[in-house]
């Protein structure tokens, strides 16, 4: 099946530093979405993405998917304390709504 | 709008009992998903449904899980017998249609001693 390769596993960052992750996949998606997740909640939709090469902002994140279509990558600019949390990026492939997560980037922002 | 609702938040059961989770998706969302987030794991889903019909199951241990959504709104998961692997959180995410965004539940905590 589909595996999606994220790193860093964790991350430890003093508030206004901006912040990279990204996620590699072992096949061609079609769409990758990044999610964040706080503790006792369900992840929540920050980002999607549909087209090879398309970067998209929402607020001070910015994401990409690669032009490979098997990587994607998250920018968060300024780092505040609300910002902690564990990021998923998520793809589907060619045929198939089903999504594959990645294991998480867990960010924590030192005041 | 009210989110997806799930029940109960938190489980603590024995292995080879039985535990069932509840969701209720958002309003006029045909297509609702239950998944396996497994500490430190992103989620895996379990079971696809799209209104009262199941769409993709392939990932569900059907020896000991089984799911229902009989009128095409609230959902059902079972587990039967419990096994200690089957200790994580329980997502149910709903969404309009297959392809649409996937709105997430809180989840259902469940561990297995």
């Known amino acids: 099946g589909q595996q999606l390769n994220q790193s860093p596993q964790s991350m430890f960052i003093q508030e206004g530093e901006d912040v990279s992750m990204n996620c590699t996949s072992s096949?061609?998606?079609?769409?990758w979405l990044w999610y964040k997740q706080d503790p006792g909640e369900g992840p929540v939709l920050l980002i999607a993405?549909?087209?090879?090469?398309e970067l998209t902002s929402n607020g001070r994140l910015t994401a990409q998917f690669g032009i490979t279509r098997k990587d994607s990558f998250l920018n968060i600019s300024a780092s505040i304390p609300s910002d902690v949390g564990i990021y998923f990026c998520?793809?589907?492939?060619?045929?198939?709504?089903?999504?594959?997560f990645g294991k998480g980037t867990k960010l924590s922002v030192i005041p | 709008e009210a989110g997806v609702a799930q029940s109960p938040r938190y489980k603590i059961i024995e292995k080879r009992q039985s535990v069932a989770f509840w969701c209720n998706p958002i309003?006029?969302?045909?297509?609702l998903y239950w998944y396996q987030q497994i500490l430190g794991q992103g989620p895996k889903l379990l079971i696809q449904?799209?209104?009262?019909?199941?769409?993709?199951d392939s990932q569900l241990p059907k020896d000991r899980f089984s799911a229902e959504r009989l009128k095409g709104v609230d959902s059902t998961l079972k587990i039967q017998p419990a096994k200690l692997e089957d200790s994580a959180v329980y997502l149910c995410?709903?969404?309009?249609?297959?392809?649409?965004?996937?709105?997430f539940g809180p989840g259902t905590r469940l561990t297995v001693t």
């Open positions: 995410a709903s969404s309009l249609d297959p392809g649409g965004r996937q709105y």
């Open positions: 096949s061609i998606f079609n769409t």
């Open positions: 993405l549909y087209k090879a090469g």
């Open positions: 998520a793809g589907s492939g060619a045929g198939s709504y089903q999504l594959t």
């Open positions: 309003s006029g969302h045909a297509t």
């Open positions: 449904f799209q209104n009262n019909g199941v769409v993709d």
